[in-house]
């Protein structure tokens, strides 16, 4: 089977990114499986490809509207101009594609139109609208969300509530925002639980851990790095030769850069910026903490589990409740709790042994969200859209396949 995936910026860093291409690697064993990239920013991806999956590039434009082959002196376009001005369509309340471009649109258009049979599967709300709008019907056409419903403005939530109905089935990736889109679109169309998946991981020996906190994600308000910082204040008071390393990048990094040296904690939390081998980073450091404001399900949560660590978790909407079980692989606190997170991080880095049970169940939990098993979900799924695709009613699909779709 064909299977097609549209991604925003495939060249990019962040969890939407990586488990797309995680789910690329695993289908590709049995399908033949595409990329396409709206944006390019890079020359090469951040995240490791399998070499038969395909990545192509729909526009060959950066972000700003600039052709990624031009040089910096022949930056200019005139369908650039129309970037000044809001969106007025409906995807453009999607923030990602908040300025109007008539070419991305019609190269995106254009891309869905050209596809023949198989699956095309859209990854955020401005993608699946163009997709529900304009993807044609031969097309098995799958929605994902990798946020959560109840983060998006009501004029956005509006829109998907009319255009998702068109779509072939949309996916979540939690119970909670599975509860919301039912509320939200009733049985107007096939809902599915499919949570991120991870790469299996070898087991990582306890004796290489060191006195290290690890966080990672896109630096910006969403991760609420803001908060771990004001809460490692009153960590370092307890357990001053720990430190805290913070890794990825965004447009925070000068203001938590600024936090950090306000708070003399220059030499005890680290801005480590883009990493190649988290999973390196794991394996040296002994507690994981996720700060985040809102989540869909993190990816770099389940990869921190899978790799052994005990987390401290915000219970966020949404997503970390779906995974950590407070007390038994990890510890939540109540959303952007500062003080409750500067306390459960503090309880477990004075516990060693509850470190350790606690990372030994992360591991257990983390299975459940091995590649090959997420990846058998996807194939069930496509399973059951083909036969609808060919006429067979729902009652026939769950007695033919066992499902509760």
């Known amino acids: 089977m064909n299977i097609r995936y549209l991604l925003h910026n495939a060249y990019g860093i962040g969890g939407t990114i990586r488990t797309v291409f995680n789910q690329a690697n695993a289908l590709c064993e049995t399908h033949d499986v595409e990329i396409a990239s709206v944006y390019r920013t890079a020359e090469e991806p951040s995240f490791p490809l399998d070499p038969r999956v395909r990545l192509v590039s729909v526009t060959e434009l950066r972000h700003d509207g600039s052709r990624w082959t031009s040089g910096p002196d022949a930056r200019r376009r005139l369908l650039r101009k129309t970037r000044r001005l809001p969106n007025p369509l409906p995807h453009g309340r999607d923030f990602r594609y908040s300025r109007w471009d008539p070419m991305v649109d019609l190269k995106l258009i254009r891309y869905m139109r050209s596809q023949r049979d198989g699956v095309l599967i859209t990854t955020r709300p401005a993608l699946n609208l163009l997709s529900a709008w304009f993807a044609p019907r031969r097309v098995?056409?799958?929605?994902?969300?990798?946020?959560?419903?109840?983060?998006?403005?009501?004029?956005?939530?509006d829109r998907i509530v009319r255009a998702y109905p068109r779509l072939d089935a949309v996916t979540v990736l939690t119970h909670a925002d599975l509860a919301s889109y039912r509320a939200a679109l009733g049985d107007s169309v096939p809902l599915e639980r499919i949570p991120n998946g991870i790469p299996v991981r070898p087991p990582t020996p306890a004796a290489e851990r060191g006195k290290v906190v690890v966080a990672a994600g896109r630096l910006g308000r969403q991760k609420g790095f803001d908060l771990l910082v004001q809460a490692w204040v009153g960590v370092r008071e307890v357990h001053p030769d720990w430190q805290l390393h913070i890794f990825g990048a965004g447009k925070w990094r000068d203001k938590l850069s600024g936090m950090i040296a306000e708070r003399n904690l220059g030499d005890v939390v680290k801005l480590r910026g883009v990493t190649r081998d988290l999973d390196g980073e794991f394996a040296k450091a002994s507690v994981f903490v996720l700060s985040s404001r809102k989540e869909g399900l993190p990816m770099v949560l389940l990869e921190a589990m899978g790799a052994g660590l005990p987390v401290v978790s915000f219970d966020c909407p949404t997503g970390p409740a779906d995974v950590v079980d407070d007390g038994v692989n990890g510890l939540l606190v109540p959303a952007e709790d500062v003080p409750g997170l500067a306390a459960g991080l503090s309880r477990l880095m004075g516990n060693a042994g509850e470190r350790?049970?606690?990372?030994?169940?992360?591991?257990?939990?983390?299975?459940?969200?091995?590649?090959?098993?997420?990846?058998?979900?996807?194939?069930?799924?496509?399973?059951?859209?083909?036969?609808?695709?060919?006429?067979?009613?729902?009652?026939?699909?769950?007695a033919s396949t066992g499902s509760s779709m």
């Open 356 to 398: 350790a049970s606690l990372g030994a169940a992360a591991r257990v939990t983390a299975a459940d969200y091995a590649m090959p098993v997420v990846a058998g979900r996807w194939n069930d799924l496509f399973t059951r859209l083909k036969l609808l695709q060919n006429g067979e009613s729902f009652s026939e699909v769950r």
């Open 140 to 157: 098995i056409r799958i929605g994902q969300d990798h946020m959560n419903f109840g983060s998006y403005r009501q004029r956005l939530q």
